[in-house]
Each structure stands twice: as structure tokens, then as C-alpha cells.
């Protein structure tokens, strides 16, 4: 049995069948099983997109500068982050937001040992 694993979520399948943003019900259904995943004593990284609210390279497609379209990219990550990690909060799940850019007090900047090191 594995001892760790890292869990890649598309940012798009948190629309459920909504078309756009988050599924509360998704994202309720992907909380339990990470929390069931937890539970076995497996540790869980999860990186997490943002596709379901801003795709950087279609902004670009559509006229945003293509830096500012990555940018809000990233903070729709964040937005998708932050979703996941109060709806296992809310399950008694330990969970924290590490983030690229420094964001205090949104997430923790993020680094190899300490995301190893809060697993």
C-alpha cells in the first residue's frame, strides 16, 4: 500500500454539470474521498487547477496580456484551493493552501519540505 500520494484535480470537473464554477456537490464528492483516502493512513498532496473559472491561455486567445491571463489563472486556483481545503476542513480533514506567490494569510508559500513536512 502506498504511503503517499499527490492527487491532480482538473479545475474543470469542479463544474459538475453546472458548466462554471463549483459544484457544491463535486466538491462535497471529492472531500469524502479524500477524506476516505486519509483515513487509510495514506498521506494526500493535491494540486488542484483552475480551469472551471480562468484558462491563462485562452485569455491570452481573447486578448488579455498573456502574463495578467497565467495570473488570473493562478488566483483561480486559489479560489478552487481554498474551496477544497474548508470543505475537508469542514470534515474534520487537516488540509492547508500552499501557494507559487507569496499570499499570506490566503496560503502558505510553498516549498518542498514544507509541504512534506505538513503531510
Known amino acids: 500500500m502506498y504511503k503517499r500520494i499527490l492527487l491532480k484535480l482538473s ?23 479524500i477524506k476516505e483516502v486519509a483515513e487509510m493512513g495514506i498521506q494526500v498532496g493535491i494540486v488542484i487547477g ?6 491563462g491561455l485562452s485569455g491570452a486567445s481573447k486578448g488579455f ?17 481554498l474551496a477544497l481545503c474548508s470543505e475537508l476542513e469542514k470534515m474534520g480533514v487537516k488540509s492547508k ?20 513536512e505538513y503531510l
Open 11 to 33: 479545475g474543470e470537473s469542479l463544474m459538475g454539470e453546472q458548466g462554471f464554477g463549483i459544484d457544491p456537490k463535486r466538491l462535497n464528492s471529492y472531500a469524502m474521498q
Open 50 to 55: 483552475g480551469g472551471n473559472i480562468f484558462r
Open 97 to 116: 493552501v500552499f501557494t507559487s506567490v507569496a499570499m499570506h494569510p490566503i496560503g502558505d508559500h510553498y516549498s518542498p519540505s514544507d509541504a512534506i
Open 65 to 81: 496580456d498573456r502574463v495578467k491571463g497565467d495570473q488570473m489563472g493562478m488566483l483561480a486556483t486559489i479560489i478552487n484551493s
